[in-house]
Antibody, heavy 120, light 110 residues
């Protein structure tokens, strides 16, 4: 079974940093782009970032550009999201999701999510 | 970029059909065949229901179908079942190499 498991969420103060991880299994990790999507409490889905299969290219939503950095370690089948200069509006459940093909087409499957709370 | 436009809510009775629309622009929905639909039950992760406008992943019932006309994509669910009650989101690739989601539609099965 293809599985994605996020970790690293928690409570952080405004202006702080946090690194999320996404451990993948059940597929050839190095052959697929992987994305982060977030969902603020009671709100809809928001695409955050995607990284290509080889890690050579990354794309970001305007709302996180310059503050968040996506990366991957294909030897460890793990995706990361380094989040700096965190704001209250970054509070959300963060999901990682495997891209179906190419870079930004569809997401399947999704992990169970990890909650990030930015508050003083 | 603004989210794609979806109705906030739709409802239907068991056995009926409903359609959820997703309106964008020629720079996203109308410009590419990369519209997807996701189902999300409360407290759960989203699940892919339709990809590339009208394709169903393995395991998704054929009661779920997708289509597109100009800048508006649609998800139709026929033979509504109580288990279909959930939030539904569309998404589309955009010309800026980003991805947009719709605001989400809450489906109520009466």
């Amino acid at each position: 079974d293809v599985q994605l498991l996020e970790s690293g969420g928690g409570l952080v103060q405004p202006g702080g940093s946090l690194r999320l991880s996404c451990a993948a299994s059940g597929f050839t990790f190095s052959k697929y782009a992987i994305s982060w999507v977030r969902q603020a409490p009671g709100m809809g889905l928001e695409w955050v970032s995607v990284i290509t299969a080889d890690g050579g290219s990354a794309y970001y939503a305007d709302s996180v550009k310059g503050r968040f950095t996506i990366s991957r370690d294909n030897s460890q089948n793990t995706l990361y999201l380094q989040m700096n200069s965190l704001r209250a509006e970054d509070t959300a459940v963060y999901y990682c999701a495997k891209v179906g093909r190419l870079v930004l087409t569809w997401f399947d499957p999704w992990g169970q999510g990890t909650l990030v709370t930015v508050s003083s | 970029q603004s989210a794609l436009t979806q109705p906030a809510s739709v409802s239907g009775s068991p056995g009926q059909s409903i359609t959820i629309s997703c309106t964008g622009t020629s720079s996203d929905v109308g410009g590419y065949n990369y519209v997807s639909w996701y189902q999300q039950h409360p407290g759960k992760a989203p699940k892919l229901m339709i990809y590339e406008v009208s394709n169903r992943p393995s395991g998704v019932p054929d009661r779920f179908s997708g289509s597109i006309s100009d800048n508006t994509a649609s998800l139709t669910i026929s033979g509504l079942q109580p288990a279909d009650e959930a939030d539904y989101y569309c998404s589309s690739y955009t010309s800026r190499d980003t991805l947009l989601f719709g605001g989400g539609t809450k489906l109520t099965v009466l």
